[in-house]
């Protein structure tokens, strides 16, 4: 039984040691956040303002196995960036992920009204690369060599969904 929420303060400790996690922290972007302080702002603003952006928590059974944030990146245009993905190590392999960013999806695109989702995963990302073209984002290219990482250049690829590719 999968559920999303948003995260609140009760959480932090739970998301940080996810977001720092060996398996995880080398997959996350480079400005995700890691610190309490910097998690803290991030709930915040995702409780005063909630159409605009959101950190969320996935719960299985009523324990958290994961989470998933979101930011607006044109109000005009409605287009929201999907980030800070990740399921705890322990809960992996099991399709929750994938259930979990097709409520997300519905979420921003229905219930929030957002046009069009962004995403962007490493190019060495192939876990999440797989991830995301299985909950139907569709792959729209690559950004060469666009961020350092683990002291090399990376690319990213770059992914969209909009509100007409969700299926009815
Ligand atoms: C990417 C990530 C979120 C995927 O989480 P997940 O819950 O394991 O994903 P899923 O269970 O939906 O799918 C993972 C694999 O399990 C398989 N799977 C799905 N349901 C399954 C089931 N019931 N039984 C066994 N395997 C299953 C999938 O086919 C998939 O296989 P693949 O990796 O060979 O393609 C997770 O690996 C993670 O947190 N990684 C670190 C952070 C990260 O990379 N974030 C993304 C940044 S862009």
């Given at each position: 039984m999968i559920s999303l929420r948003r995260a609140t303060l009760d959480d932090v400790d739970w998301l940080l040691e996810l977001l720092n996690d060996e398996d995880t922290e080398p997959f996350l972007?480079?400005?995700a956040p890691r610190d309490a302080e910097t998690l803290r702002a991030q709930l915040e603003r995702s409780q005063s303002e909630p159409e605009k952006s959101g950190r969320m928590i996935v719960d299985v059974d009523g324990e958290r196995a994961g989470t998933m944030a979101f930011e607006t990146v044109s109000e005009p245009n409605r287009i929201a960036r999907i980030g800070g993905l990740a399921v705890h190590p322990g809960y992996r392999r099991r399709g929750i992920a994938d259930e979990a960013a097709r409520r997300f999806q519905r979420y921003l695109l229905?219930?929030?009204?957002?046009h069009r989702l962004e995403l962007a995963c490493y190019g060495f990302n192939d876990r999440a690369i797989r991830h995301s073209e299985r909950v139907g984002f569709v792959r729209e290219g690559v950004k060469r060599q666009a961020y350092q990482r683990h002291g090399e250049w990376q690319d990213a690829v770059l992914f969209s969904l909009l509100r007409e590719d969700l299926e009815p």
């Open positions: 972007g480079g400005g229905i219930e929030l009204g957002f």
